[in-house]
């Protein structure tokens, strides 16, 4: 029988082509749910995952004792609602504390190892690093996963914001062609391409057509859950323009041209970056290494290395200096990328 804190799962079924909800069957469910039946494409709506077997199994150890305390953390389930993290704040809280408990056993068992095993070897240094370890593991594995919510928050707002200027585009030819602000939303919650902007349509889409919100309330909980200002910003306007009488089509059009110049000052100043980069890649990387090369054979030749052997030296520049210096341009420029 289905949970009477779940509408839909009594009568959800899906297809090849629709998720739908199906008409009640009994007077019972009819007066409780209601009879209606909505159709949409399958695409429309976010997709929803269960816990893993580990966060089940948290749950179903810890979760007594969060329910029985009634713990409640505002912002963590903010954190969790921007980062789309599909769990409630009551089972993430379970799941932190069982992780936390498992790191201070380990840490307790690591602190208990090294006591027996490093005396030997770094004397009373041995048992502070015990001490540290059995204090530090369950700290620090708590402090991780208790900002884990709120790092892919940040990480979702700036894919948003990467993909906000094309999405735009796409709305504002949405309205060019009169359609309405609910059917632009379900459109674009079919688009993957526009990433996790599509993911927020998708959200808007489910409070509209499933939940039975209008479409100002639905944008306004999308804009309080949206983790990007510049998406929040937007969502924001077009209730204010609705609700004023204003007309979404310029508004539309200027915002697509506002986030375009923005794009478009991006990656100007990217392709600047990239370019003073590649001219210190080529004086650290290629020229520096060569120059060092040729002066201490030079030396050698010459008998100013003090009768030492540069073979060693030689070898830590091909075989240390290059690579490294050349996997730390590499990282500095999939940094620059990746925001």
């Given at each position: 029988?289905?949970?009477?804190?779940?509408?839909?799962?009594?009568?959800?079924?899906?297809?090849?082509?629709?998720?739908?909800?199906k008409r009640a069957e009994s007077t019972d469910?009819?007066?409780?749910?209601?009879?209606?039946?909505?159709?949409?494409?399958?695409?429309?709506?976010?997709?929803?995952?269960?816990?893993?077997?580990?966060?089940?199994?948290?749950?179903?150890?810890?979760?007594?004792?969060?329910?029985?305390?009634?713990?409640?953390?505002?912002?963590?389930?903010?954190?969790?609602?921007?980062?789309?993290?599909?769990?409630?704040?009551?089972?993430?809280?379970?799941?932190?504390?069982?992780?936390?408990?498992?790191?201070?056993?380990?840490?307790?068992?690591?602190?208990?190892?090294?006591?027996?095993?490093?005396?030997?070897?770094?004397?009373?240094?041995?048992?502070?690093?015990?001490?540290?370890?059995?204090?530090?593991?369950?700290?620090?594995?708590?402090?991780?996963?208790?900002?884990?919510?709120?790092?892919?928050?940040?990480?979702?707002?700036?894919?948003?914001?990467?993909?906000?200027?094309?999405?735009?585009?796409?709305?504002?030819?949405?309205?060019?062609?009169?359609?309405?602000?609910?059917?632009?939303?379900?459109?674009?919650?079919?688009?993957?391409?526009?990433?996790?902007?599509?993911?927020?349509?998708?959200?808007?889409?489910?409070?509209?057509?499933?939940?039975?919100?209008?479409?100002?309330?639905?944008?306004?909980?999308?804009?309080?859950?949206?983790?990007?200002?510049?998406?929040?910003?937007?969502?924001?306007?077009?209730?204010?323009?609705?609700?004023?009488?204003?007309?979404?089509?310029?508004?539309?059009?200027?915002?697509?041209?506002?986030?375009?110049?923005?794009r478009q000052l991006q990656v100007q100043q990217?392709?600047?970056?990239?370019?003073?980069?590649?001219?210190?890649?080529?004086?650290?990387?290629?020229?520096?290494?060569?120059?060092?090369?040729?002066?201490?054979?030079?030396?050698?030749?010459?008998?100013?290395m003090g009768g030492g052997d540069p073979i060693?030296?030689?070898?830590?520049?091909?075989?240390?200096?290059?690579?490294?210096?050349?996997?730390?341009?590499?990282?500095?420029?999939?940094?620059?990328?990746?925001?």
């Amino acid at each position: 029988m289905a949970d009477s804190s779940d509408v839909f799962s009594g009568f959800e079924f899906k297809d090849d082509s629709f998720l739908s909800s199906k008409r009640a069957e009994s007077t019972d469910k009819i007066k409780k749910y209601g009879p209606h039946q909505k159709r949409l494409p399958k695409e429309a709506v976010p997709e929803y995952l269960d816990l893993n077997p580990y966060q089940k199994f948290c749950w179903k150890t810890m979760g007594p004792v969060v329910e029985r305390r009634d713990v409640e953390d505002e912002e963590l389930e903010e954190n969790l609602l921007k980062a789309h993290m599909k769990i409630r704040v009551e089972e993430y809280i379970a799941f932190l504390w069982m992780s936390t408990i498992f790191a201070a056993i380990g840490g307790m068992i690591g602190a208990i190892a090294m006591s027996l095993m490093l005396p030997s070897i770094l004397g009373q240094l041995s048992y502070l690093l015990a001490v540290a370890t059995a204090v530090l593991t369950p700290v620090l594995v708590y402090m991780v996963l208790k900002m884990m919510p709120s790092s892919k928050a940040n990480r979702r707002g700036k894919k948003i914001d990467k993909k906000l200027s094309d999405a735009m585009s796409f709305i504002a030819s949405m309205a060019s062609a009169n359609i309405n602000i609910d059917m632009i939303f379900q459109e674009l919650a079919k688009q993957p391409l526009y990433g996790e902007v599509c993911e927020e349509a998708k959200w808007i889409t489910r409070d509209t057509e499933i939940l039975g919100m209008d479409i100002l309330n639905a944008l306004e909980r999308a804009a309080n859950r949206c983790p990007s200002d510049n998406f929040r910003e937007f969502l924001q306007g077009v209730i204010t323009t609705s609700t004023s009488g204003g007309k979404l089509k310029p508004y539309f059009t200027s915002k697509m041209e506002e986030y375009q110049d923005e794009r478009q000052l991006q990656v100007q100043q990217n392709m600047e970056t990239l370019g003073m980069l590649a001219e210190s890649f080529v004086t650290v990387v290629v020229a520096f290494p060569l120059f060092l090369v040729v002066i201490m054979a030079i030396m050698s030749l010459m008998g100013g290395m003090g009768g030492g052997d540069p073979i060693p030296l030689l070898y830590a520049i091909v075989g240390l200096m290059i690579p490294g210096s050349q996997a730390g341009f590499i990282a500095i420029i999939w940094l620059i990328n990746q925001d």
